[in-house]
Each structure stands twice: as structure tokens, then as C-alpha cells.
T-cell receptor, first 111, second 113 residues
């Protein structure tokens, strides 16, 4: 692994189903972030974690949860998916608290 | 007012020209400023960052910061078709949670041959 990986690359999901998007980084960055990107709305922060064991809410946290059991992994869970959660999801990480580096993204469609 | 404002474009320039991308931000206490490039269907890629007033040059790219005017810009000299992408401006506010960035909605740039 080099950098940040996300899985799956894309997913089609039925409304009401539970889904976990995975994010793993091997750069030993302390901070990690989840964004969603929608046409015309730009990147919006969902949740973040400054260090293992801590998480915080971003701009659009409703319907999503995260955990940070260790430094490398930061999964994002949709407990009961709804069509408005159709989006492209990016995970990012940062060591210095400034420059963020992004994963390749997950394209999620909720029907 | 949104934290970070960018003209959505599209901005279209001929190959070899200078492309000028602009960004304004609302919080006067903002300290760090970033430019990301995002190709269609890809993830954002950091290309420049600037912390102090003035210009910062890196190859064909120059970032300009004017904190008094709350304005940051990106100049791309000798634009190439491969520069065609969406450019995102991001700002780190003083006192915000560690590393949190506020993004503009991006400016779409097209460089035509």
C-alpha cells in the first residue's frame, strides 16, 4: 500500500441497507477526514478524526458514523442508506494539520 | 456568505496563455491556503500551498496571497491542454479543528490547443 486506499471503488446500494466505506492510509498521518462531493456543491466534510480514538462532526454528519480504532483505518458507515446519500466519497489524511492528501474515492449510488 | 468563494467558470484559455484563477475567503483569521487540481473522475491533488502574503512560485504555477483583501489566486503560465481540470481553493481557518479545510466549489479550466 502506498498512500491512501478506499474500498469499494463503486457500489450500487438499495435504500435502507447498511454500508461501510473503507479507508486505509500507510503514511502514519494523525488526522483523517471523510468528504462527499456533489455536482455544484463542492467538497463537504462529513466527519473527521484528529487522532486514533477521537472523532468529530463536520458540515454534513447526519446519517453517517465513523470510528478510529487505530491510526491507519477510518471507516465510514451509512446505517440506513437513502437516495440523497448518492455521491462520490473521498477519504483524506494529514500529518501536519494543513495539507491534506486524498484517496481515489468511492462512487456510491443509492436506489 | 460561503467561507470560500470561487468563480465556477468555465474558464477557457488558449494553449500558451496565462490562466488566472481567483478565490476569496470570509474569515480574516485564515492562515493557510491551498490549491488542489481535480481531473474529471479523479481525486483532488495538492498543487500549491501558501501561508504568507505575496507570491510563491513553483514551476509554471504561482500562488498569490493578499490577506488584507482576503484574496488568493493561482496563475498558470504557458497553459497546456493537460492543465484542463477543476481547481479547488481551500482555506484553513485560525482556531478551527486541526487540519480542517474549507473548500470552494471549484473553477473549471479548459485549455484549448
Amino acid at each position: 500500500i502506498a498512500g491512501i486506499t478506499q474500498a469499494p471503488t463503486s457500489q450500487i446500494l438499495a435504500a435502507g441497507r447498511r454500508m461501510t466505506l473503507r479507508c486505509t492510509q500507510d503514511m502514519r498521518h494523525n488526522a483523517m477526514y471523510w468528504y462527499r462531493q456533489d455536482l455544484g456543491l463542492g467538497l463537504r466534510l462529513i466527519h473527521y478524526s484528529n487522532t486514533a480514538g477521537t472523532t468529530g462532526k463536520g458540515e454534513v454528519p447526519d446519517g453517517y458514523s465513523v470510528s478510529r480504532a487505530n491510526t491507519d483505518d477510518f471507516p465510514l458507515t451509512l446505517a440506513s442508506a437513502v437516495p440523497s446519500q448518492t455521491s462520490v466519497y473521498f477519504c483524506a489524511s494529514s500529518s501536519t494539520g494543513s495539507e491534506q492528501f486524498f484517496g481515489p474515492g468511492t462512487r456510491l449510488t443509492v436506489l | 456568505q460561503k467561507e470560500v468563494e470561487q468563480n465556477s467558470g468555465p474558464l477557457s484559455v488558449p494553449e500558451g496563455a496565462i490562466a488566472s484563477l481567483n478565490c476569496t475567503y470570509s474569515d480574516r483569521g485564515s492562515q493557510s491556503f491551498f490549491w488542489y487540481r481535480q481531473y474529471s473522475g479523479k481525486s483532488p491533488e495538492l498543487i500549491m500551498f501558501i501561508y504568507s502574503n505575496g507570491d510563491k512560485e513553483d514551476g509554471r504555477f504561482t500562488a498569490q496571497l493578499n490577506k488584507a483583501s482576503q484574496y488568493v489566486s493561482l496563475l498558470i503560465r504557458d497553459s497546456q491542454p493537460s492543465d484542463s481540470a477543476t481547481y479547488l481553493c481551500a482555506v484553513n481557518r485560525k482556531g478551527s479543528t486541526l487540519g480542517r479545510l474549507y473548500f470552494g466549489r471549484g473553477t473549471q479550466l479548459t485549455v484549448w490547443p
